[in-house]
């Protein structure tokens, strides 16, 4: 499907190269070999239960928000695909990207694929999060978390990406509820930002049908 380019751009956009900009300097840095780095790691990062929470919560957090950005960039003419099959592995370089170049407003009149309205998945995506964390987060300690980190100087960022896909899948959450004509957006979109994959799974779980509108 082709980007039809004369199609305005976010207002927010230049925030969005910014977030870019910022994310891809901080991935560059993490990896270089600055002097007094500790020597790295990576077996540590199978033994920390606090890492392998947040590595197994952001897997899930993603792909809630790869579930909206499918939907969301087949109404607004993107190749949303290219995007989505590089933010399973670098994140919100993508997103950003993607939030930077996204039309201001639907230009193709899309249904949502059977595929993405399967409530049932949303719904066990969002549970998972509560045994993953009872069964993690007790055993874990932030000591050992910023030991292998520092023996893993890469996955600093794994931590920056979560806070920022909170934040960044707002406007996706937004746009479908405005699609969907969903009532209390204000307060779907607190429990995302705070909550993550948990208010994300359960807002997919329980929205309406699409109202299409363009």
Sequence with gaps: MTQRTHTPRS????????????????????????????????????????????FSYF????????????????????????????????GILPLSVY??????KDIVAAPTPRWLELRWVYALLAAAVIPLSVALLPQGSLDELVNTLNHNAGFWFMWLDIAANHLAVLPLA???????????????????????SLGLGLYLASRPPVQHSL
């Design 99 to 104: 939030l930077a170049r996204r039309p201001v």
């Design 11 to 54: 207002p927010f956009a230049p925030f969005y190269w910014l977030i870019f900009a910022a994310s891809l300097a901080v991935v560059v840095g993490l990896n270089l070999a600055w002097p007094g780095k500790p020597e790295q790691d990576p077996s540590l990062i199978f033994r920390d239960a606090w890492f392998v929470w947040g």
């Design 59 to 90: 897997g899930l957090l993603i792909t809630l928000v790869a579930a909206l950005m499918v939907d969301d960039g087949r109404r607004r003419g993107m190749f949303w695909y290219a995007y989505v099959g590089l933010y399973f592995f670098i």
């Design 174 to 196: 937004q746009a479908d509820m405005r699609r969907r004509g969903v009532a209390k957006q204000g307060a779907w979109l607190a429990a995302i930002a705070v909550t993550g």
